[in-house]
């Protein structure tokens, strides 16, 4: 499988514990996002990095929140003292030298925060 | 005001109609515009980019107008695989290009 793929695809959490998300993203792909959905919304940008760069990070974003992408290919995304309101499907998308703006998404992780 | 904004629907079509829906966004500087799809708890995915002189791919038509802000996509002979969620998206040279502002849809149910 070629495309964008995160784990898990699901994680239930009490409030106040800590989770982590992977996303590897498409091998040639220099850019990957961090979105978050929830329902009856568009996707709601969260940071992104090219290459090991984390460029931008949403204003919204919570402190508790922190993304990595070390070595340029795989990222997490950390919450920190998770909070019922982070309940969301969290989706990670990357993009291709020259088309940054043709996002390739993964099939998401679905937070709920007990 | 939100940045991106769109008529959530639902938009019932009867299979084989036409049917067209807006996208309004705020900022006047923007510009690049798309069309993405979303399926039922399925990640988005680009449906086409929206030019400046309008473009078509296949039954699908996307126009801009900038004087008034918004963006169209109009689906000839409605297919029961086109119920879906339509997501505008626009970019700003203010932001980084990774930052690509979603509307939160435009729901379509193609109807037998």
């Known amino acids: 499988d070629t495309g964008v793929s995160q784990n898990p695809r699901h994680k239930i959490t009490k409030r106040g514990q800590n989770v982590t998300f992977r996303c590897d993203p498409i091998?040639?792909?220099?850019?990957l996002y961090w979105y978050r959905q929830t329902l009856g919304q568009g996707p709601e940008f969260l940071t992104y990095f090219q290459n090991e760069a984390q460029l931008e990070k949403s204003r919204l974003l919570s402190d508790r929140f922190s993304a990595e992408r070390p070595k340029g290919s795989f990222s997490t995304l950390e919450i920190q003292r998770t909070e019922q309101g982070d309940s969301a499907m969290y989706l990670c998308?990357?993009?291709?030298?020259?088309?940054?703006?043709?996002?390739?998404f993964g099939s998401g992780t679905q937070l709920s925060v007990l | 005001r939100k940045e991106v904004e769109q008529d959530p629907g639902p938009f019932n079509v009867p299979e084989g109609a036409t049917v067209a829906f807006n996208c309004t966004y705020s900022?006047?500087?923007?510009?690049?515009f798309f069309w993405y799809r979303q399926d039922c708890r399925k990640e988005p995915k680009l449906l086409m980019s929206v030019y400046s002189s309008g473009n078509e791919d296949g039954r699908f038509t996307a126009q801009l107008n900038r004087a008034s802000q918004y963006i169209s996509l109009l689906i000839r002979d409605s297919k029961l695989s086109d119920s879906a969620t339509y997501l505008c998206?626009?970019?700003?040279?203010?932001?980084?290009?990774?930052?690509?502002?979603f509307g939160a849809g435009t729901q379509v149910v193609v109807t037998p």
């Open positions: 091998s040639e792909h220099n850019r």
């Open positions: 998308a990357s993009s291709a030298p020259g088309a940054a703006e043709k996002l390739f």
């Open positions: 998206v626009v970019t700003t040279p203010t932001d980084s290009w990774g930052k690509l502002q």
């Open positions: 900022n006047s500087a923007s510009q690049s």
